[in-house]
């Protein structure tokens, strides 16, 4: 919280096609110890193939692009680096 923003959480609302295919998910987004970062942490509920339902999470560093209004988030999966533009 700060004196210009009194919130400390904001719910988001929106459709993504690359998101919606699950059944339960979790967007959160959180402050990291160093200063101006910023971490998002999505959990979704996904459908193995032989049925069984499991809890996936993912923790993306997320950065400023140049542009403004972009951000450019960064995770690191098994030792495969993904970064992606929103």
């Given amino acids: 919280r700060t004196k210009d923003n009194p919130v ?3 719910l988001v609302c929106g459709q993504n ?3 919606d295919e699950f059944p339960c998910q979790y967007q959160m987004f959180y402050k990291g110890k160093a200063k101006n970062s910023l971490w998002y942490n999505p959990v ?3 459908q193995t193939l032989d049925g069984e ?3 996936r999470r993912s923790d ?4 400023h692009d140049k542009v403004a209004g972009k951000f450019i988030f960064t995770f690191c ?4 680096t993904s970064k992606e533009y929103w």
Wanted: aromatic share 24%.
């Fill in 60 to 63: 993306y560093k997320v950065r």
């Fill in 53 to 55: 339902e499991v809890w």
């Fill in 17 to 19: 096609p690359a998101y």
């Fill in 77 to 80: 999966d098994n030792g495969v």
């Fill in 8 to 10: 400390s959480w904001m």
């Fill in 44 to 46: 979704f509920k996904v």
